[in-house]
């Protein structure tokens, strides 16, 4: 199930009416995010009418009929048939490319960490190292991570993941040892394609403006074209202004209103215009009444709910429902 609002909702419901042993089984193949997701949301569930039950077990049952296992294990599958057809040594040489989307183990136990304990662990390591750890972890938690470091830190790592080529099964098995019983992974070592000018924008979209403005200050004294080129990945708020009526119109249906209220809260007049203009009246009006009306917001607020709707925004892009900037200089075919 999509793990949107009504998504989490479902799932949490599902999840409920199974049982205790069946939930645990399933909690088992999430991963940290979605797991604390689900918890939160469970927990906060007190009751649920009857037909949203029966809803949701129809809706999985329906869904369910439309997929087959084909084989049980798909990793263990390939690794099997291409022995079998090349030999060992050809096999293994291929095996580690196929398969190259799973994690380290001991950097995957980084994820279900909280951010502090994770700079605790990293602070006195080379900046080399904290930036090829921190690629694998969600952009979110890595800037919760990088926020807990000096700005000499910071900086230094940053410029490290603008620059990280992809990391040699190698260089993994190296750092699994440089970071022993902490990081001590498995020896399924496998090149990840991480790191690089996109991921360095992601994580700074979201360190907040102060630090994003240090940061791209430090890159650009070392290196004008990589700071340029990071910036030209960034997406920020602000940036919405950019997205055509299409994109906002799509968006507008994701978002709840009360976050939609908070993010507007620090958002530029022209902004809200956009915004407005891409709703029907009614709600645009019950919009700038509820904006008028909410007193005084924490900027810390103001920022927590623009980074989940730039969330949606790069979800959406994925998706192919909105156009991200950068577009503006291509011809049209």
């Known amino acids: 199930m999509p793990m949107d609002d009504q998504g989490v909702e479902d799932a949490a419901i599902l999840l409920m009416s199974l049982g205790e042993e069946e939930a645990a089984e399933v909690f088992k193949h999430l991963s940290p995010k979605e797991v604390q997701k689900l918890g939160e949301t469970i927990a906060k569930m007190r009751s649920v009418p009857r037909d949203r039950v029966d809803g949701v077990i129809e809706k999985f049952d329906s869904v369910a009929q439309n997929e087959h296992l084909l084989v049980p294990d798909t990793d263990e599958y390939v690794k099997s048939v291409l022995r079998k057809a090349l030999g060992d040594e050809k096999a293994n040489l291929l095996i580690d490319r196929i398969l190259q989307g799973s994690d380290v183990t001991g950097i995957e136990s980084l994820k279900w960490m909280d951010p502090g304990s994770v700079a605790e662990l990293l602070r006195n390591e080379h900046p080399q190292i904290v930036a090829a750890i921190l690629v694998h972890l969600e ?195």
């Open 139 to 333: 952009f979110d938690q890595a800037a919760d991570v990088l926020k807990q470091f000096t700005e000499r830190q910071r900086n230094e790592v940053m410029v490290r993941v603008a620059t990280l080529d992809g990391i040699q099964p190698a260089a993994l098995k190296d750092l699994n040892e440089v970071m022993s019983k902490v990081l001590a992974g498995g020896d399924r070592m496998k090149k990840s394609n991480l790191g690089g000018v996109k991921s360095a924008a992601e994580i700074l979209n979201m360190l907040g403006s102060s630090i994003e403005t240090s940061v791209l200050d430090f890159v650009r004294e070392a290196d004008n074209d990589l700071a340029q080129k990071i910036m030209d990945n960034m997406f920020t708020f602000d940036d919405l202004d950019k997205i055509d009526d299409k994109g906002i119109q799509a968006l507008m249906k994701e978002v709840q209103s009360e976050s939609l209220v908070v993010a507007l809260k620090g958002a530029t007049p022209a902004l809200r215009e956009k915004i407005f203009k891409n709703m029907s009246s009614r709600a645009a009006e019950t919009l700038r009444e509820d904006l008028e009306g909410r007193g005084p917001v924490r900027l810390s607020e103001v920022e927590a709910e623009q980074k989940e709707m730039l969330k949606l925004v790069r979800r959406l892009a994925d998706e192919g429902q909105i156009v991200l900037g950068g577009g503006g200089d291509e011809a049209f075919v």
